[in-house]
């Protein structure tokens, strides 16, 4: 029986087998980056014409017009129209509870009047233009289309624009069905690192816009992380990860079909679990075997759980919650017996499962919360992707004659020490 690698945090050997496993995010972006700036560069100084050549060159098929690239509304919503009844009724749920949740994100506007009649605030206002990009090609992505698309929708975004490959020029169905429930007109058949370009800069066809979100692969992460600045972008995202914590409490087949959730993405996607429980960590190992055989990924998963994956043992579960932080996974499962009682101390994760009947899954398609999470321990200090992507910030400041007068003479001062003589006089011209 083969097995998932396994640390112990009471050997000797154990803090440097777990360096290894944070370094799990590390993508080695330096022999894509000429790639991908070169691609950035022909869509900027060539448009449509680097478009369609890109197309050509990475989709398989040759449109010979930028008008070809656009899809029309129609088939959007003959799509949506061709859904089987139960299809339709499981996207509109999903799209209710996403739209409800991302509802109570949504900034305020505000306004402080001072006693001296100084009004201060702050301005919330949505962007005028938003790219989603939507992975396509070997599998499509409708879940990641709601997730993205309904923020922005709830932000008041006017214009949203959907960029994904269709490989052979043969979109995929459900997510142009999405596309029409969400209400989306612009929709480019246009992938990789081409799409994140005419996005950020636009095309004689394609308007740029003025923030980029959604998942993709390196090339993709590459081209955002080369654009940011010239646009806003949500993240910089890797291959997806599960962390579980459990105690032996914790049912190991659920456990391992929870670990496999993520493997079969990818190849590279990481599943670990941290338990104090070593009766677990052996069931889970022998589950993990058994449910590998019914998958219909099971060369993907089997590469990613037993390359990728790990199962560390924690003396107690104060040592697993802390290495759990540590490690920041994008997703967290909390397996236990009191799952509530540990939330307080888990500083860092994605996305926080709480329960036995809170699976993964469960986040990615209806529960609500987005599923564009950090990835590679990044949850450090990225938070999921939210209303307030799709949304600027504007301070309001307005002095009345009397606040200016008590305050002015400090600003002066203050003004006058950093060696700015036109900023000092320009509050001075005021007191006079």
């Not at 506007?109 to 396509?136: C, H």
């Not at 992505?141 to 698309?149: F, G, Q, T, V």
């Not at 932000?155 to 069905?177: D, F, M």
């Amino acid at each position: 029986m083969r097995k998932i690698k396994r640390l112990n945090s009471s050997l000797a050997e154990f803090r440097r087998e777990f360096d290894e496993l944070l370094l799990r995010g590390n993508v080695d972006m330096d022999t894509v980056i000429p790639v991908v700036s070169g691609l950035i560069k022909e869509i900027r100084t060539q448009g449509n014409a680097a478009l369609l050549a890109h197309v050509a060159k990475f989709d398989r098929w040759n449109p010979k017009s930028a008008m070809e690239l656009k899809i029309d509304p129609s088939l959007m919503k003959r799509a949506y129209e061709g859904l089987e009844a139960s299809l339709r009724e499981a996207l509109h749920s999903a799209y209710n509870r996403i739209h409800s949740f991302h509802s109570k994100q949504k900034p305020q506007s505000w306004l402080d009047f001072e006693e001296n009649g100084t009004i201060l605030g702050q301005k919330v206002t949505p962007m005028d233009r938003a790219g989603l990009y939507i992975p396509g090609g070997k599998a499509a992505y409708p879940s990641s289309l709601l997730m993205n698309a309904i923020p922005a929708i709830v932000a008041g975004v006017k214009e949203i624009v959907v960029c994904t490959p269709t490989p052979e020029n043969e979109p995929n169905e459900l997510l142009l069905a999405a596309c029409h429930l969400c209400g989306i007109k612009e929709v480019y058949k246009v992938g990789g690192a081409s799409a994140i370009a005419a996005m950020a800069y636009g095309t004689e066809s394609l308007g740029r816009v003025d923030v980029i979100t959604g998942p993709g692969n390196i090339y993709v992460a590459t081209a955002k992380k080369l654009v940011f600045g010239q646009v806003n972008i949500d993240m910089v995202a890797g291959p997806s990860e599960i962390g579980i914590l459990a105690d032996e409490s914790a049912k190991a087949p659920w456990v391992a079909l929870d670990l496999l959730s993520q493997a079969e993405h990818d190849e590279m996607a990481s599943s670990i679990l941290v338990t104090p429980s070593v009766e677990l960590a052996d069931a889970v190992d022998v589950e993990v075997e058994r449910a590998l055989e019914r998958l219909e990924r099971k060369e993907i998963s089997s590469k990613s759980i037993y390359t990728r994956g790990a199962i560390i043992i924690a003396k107690d579960m104060n040592e697993a919650v802390s290495l759990m932080n540590e490690i920041a996974p994008e997703h967290l499962e909390v397996l236990v017996e009191n799952p509530f009682g540990w939330l307080p101390e888990i500083r860092h994760a994605g996305a926080i499962f709480l329960g036995e009947n809170t699976p993964e899954p469960i986040g990615d398609y209806i529960a609500g919360p987005n599923h564009t999470l950090p990835t590679g321990g990044t949850a450090r200090f990225y938070s999921p992707l939210s209303t307030e992507h799709f949304m600027k910030k504007s301070s309001i400041l307005s002095f009345s004659e009397r606040g200016i007068r008590e305050l002015g003479h400090h600003c002066a001062k203050l003004a006058q020490t950093e060696g700015l003589d036109a900023h000092k006089e320009s509050v001075l011209a005021r007191l006079v």
